[in-house]
């Protein structure tokens, strides 16, 4: 059985609701010889980093089958596709031609695309003059976002400017597990000040190339405390301030979070006006919540991350629950719970929400677990809109097995089997699941 709604039918959502899915450039396109190198590929090749010693040099290919990829997009029946502008690619001369080239058989399958400018794989050249921690980088970026609106802009009529500031200042620039490898602890905070201004200056870019529909893809997710000790308490209400509020509340309240904007550098005060340009849609990523308790006073595992003993917070076991192969808790009701919260915290100033990621790791093909998976989070989000929140569409991660950053190939979230000795394509029981929930939802 392929299809839990066949007895329990999910809701219609409302309609003109946007379906669609999720890659990446680093994560499948390949290709490499055909642009600049990435902070991601040097990374890569320094031993150790990545723990099956893998590189994403051909990964899926996509770059030589993308039309393959766009018919099972088709055959999907998801109304847009969500994939990330290598920035590196657009850097080689005629490297926005692969995208032209994208763009166009997207469009003819009536797919919409919807590209996101910046997924964590900064130009080397970049990055040797200090990349994020420069704020020079934040203005290379508006350049760029004009240069790739210019090209594109005729066909492309939805845009992300940045996916996940939060994972790529904490994981690549304060603890070192994710390219470029920095491990800065607090001194990283400028990575995320930069970035944040970067995504203004392209909104502002964007804008003047004509775009109308402009949004982001911040990564999100409840906060649990580990008790109601204050120890508990404090520590993941800092949790939350680090993963959660430090990116989206500039954005969407001008202002950061109490105490943090005097550890940022610059004019912070005319940074965060254009910081906050508005947006016409805010993007939330969200795989599971968190629980968090006081520091233990040893390193901990989490997520294939080594969380070190100072920090001033220890992730727990989210007890009770079944866990992905990845080992991350699966919650559907959090995201619920993250959806109303933010409209409780935000209020008017939230715009319209779309889920621009969410998704697991499970092996197989007949991958029933995954069907559960989402099956929950596609009834979950129903559930928020039932109660008030704005929510306009939901893409799943992933449509193809891929490159998993530090994880390699070791990890597979896509709707499609990829076998990486081959290339074959092979759909899973996943991507006929979701072919019938669109169906199901006309």
């Known amino acids: 059985m392929i299809r839990p709604m066949a007895t329990n039918p999910i809701s219609q959502f409302p309609a003109g609701f946007l379906w669609g899915v999720s890659t990446s450039a680093h994560q499948i396109e390949g290709a490499v010889g055909e642009r600049e190198q990435s902070v991601w590929d040097a990374f890569t090749a320094e031993p150790g980093r990545v723990k099956d010693g893998s590189t994403a040099a051909v990964a899926c290919d996509h770059y030589h089958r993308y039309r393959e990829d766009v018919a099972l997009l088709a055959g999907l029946g998801v109304g847009a596709y969500r994939f990330s502008i290598s920035w590196p690619r657009v850097r080689r001369e005629g490297g926005l031609d692969f995208y032209d080239r994208l763009v166009d058989e997207l469009c003819a399958a009536g797919v919409r695309p919807v590209p996101t400018l910046f997924h964590w794989d900064l130009p080397v050249s970049l990055q040797e003059k200090g990349g994020w921690l420069e704020r020079d980088t934040a203005s290379r970026f508006a350049e760029y976002a004009s240069v790739v609106a210019d090209r594109l ?10 996916n996940e500031p939060a994972e790529h200042t904490l994981f690549g620039h304060a603890l070192g597990a994710h390219a470029p490898g920095k491990q800065l602890m607090y001194d990283a905070l400028p990575v995320a000040h930069h970035q944040l ?10 804008r003047a190339a004509g775009a109308t529909d402009i949004g982001i893809a911040n990564s999100h997710g409840p906060t649990w405390p580990a008790s109601r000790e204050q120890a508990d308490l404090e520590a993941a209400d800092f949790y939350d301030v680090l993963l959660n509020r430090l990116f989206a509340d500039p954005l969407l309240l001008g202002a950061y979070p109490a105490g943090l904007d005097e550890l940022m550098p610059g004019d912070v005060s005319a940074d965060l006006e254009v910081i906050a340009e508005p947006i016409d849609w805010y993007g939330v990523n969200y795989y599971a919540p ?27 076991e989210v007890e009770g629950v079944p866990v992905t192969d990845f080992g991350w808790p699966v919650v559907p009701e959090g995201l619920t719970e993250l959806l109303t919260g933010f409209r409780e915290r935000y209020g008017e100033k939230l ?29 979950a989000l129903h559930k928020a809109i039932e109660a008030g929140v704005d929510v306009r569409g939901y893409f799943v991660w992933s449509l193809l097995d891929n490159f998993e950053w530090a994880e390699g190939y070791a990890r597979r979230f896509g709707l499609v089997h990829v076998d990486y000795e081959t290339l074959a394509r092979t759909p899973k029981a996943s991507y006929a699941w979701y072919r019938e929930l669109l169906r199901a939802q006309g």
Not at 153 to 162: A, E, F, S, Y
Not at 197 to 206: D, I, K, P, Q, Y
Request: proline residues 7%; contains cysteine; aromatic residues 6%.
């Open 153 to 162: 802009g005729d066909r492309v009529q939805k845009w992300i400017t940045l």
């Open 197 to 206: 201004l970067a995504h203004g200056l392209a909104v502002r870019a964007l």
């Open 290 to 316: 968190t629980r968090v308790g006081a520091p233990q006073g040893e390193d901990i595992e989490f997520g294939g991350l080594t969380l070190p003993a100072e920090l001033p917070f220890s992730v727990r």
């Open 351 to 379: 715009p319209p929400v779309v889920i621009t990621e969410n998704g697991c790791s499970y092996e197989g093909t007949d991958d029933q677990k995954r069907i559960a998976y989402l099956d929950g989070h596609v009834r």
